[in-house]
């Protein structure tokens, strides 16, 4: 297998498994809305919502980012 090959299996592997245990986590934070089991404020749930987006905002930034090899600016004079 091509070493890109291998790379974009343990991305597959890595990213199904990560992504599963993220979604896993945030039904868990979900959980925290039974009122008859927790009290909270307003303000409490736009600190975690907040805090969640401001993750998920990074994360996408992350991805959006042009790899350091093809952001090299390159000079070429103008022939006249």
């Known amino acids: 297998m091509a070493n890109q090959e291998v790379k974009r299996a343990k991305f597959i592997r890595l990213a ?3 992504t599963t245990k993220a979604l ?13 089991n ?3 404020t307003a303000s ?10 401001k993750e998920l905002d990074d994360c996408r930034q ?10 090299q600016t390159v000079f070429k004079l103008s022939v006249e």
Do not use: C, H, K, M
């Not at 409490?44 to 987006?53: H, R």
């Open 16 to 18: 199904e498994s990560r």
């Open 24 to 36: 896993n986590a945030i039904r868990v934070v979900g959980n925290l809305s039974n009122r008859i």
């Open 38 to 40: 927790y009290s909270y």
């Open 44 to 53: 409490d749930i736009e600190q975690i919502f907040g805090a969640l987006q």
């Open 62 to 71: 992350r991805f959006a980012a042009v790899p350091e090899e093809e952001s």
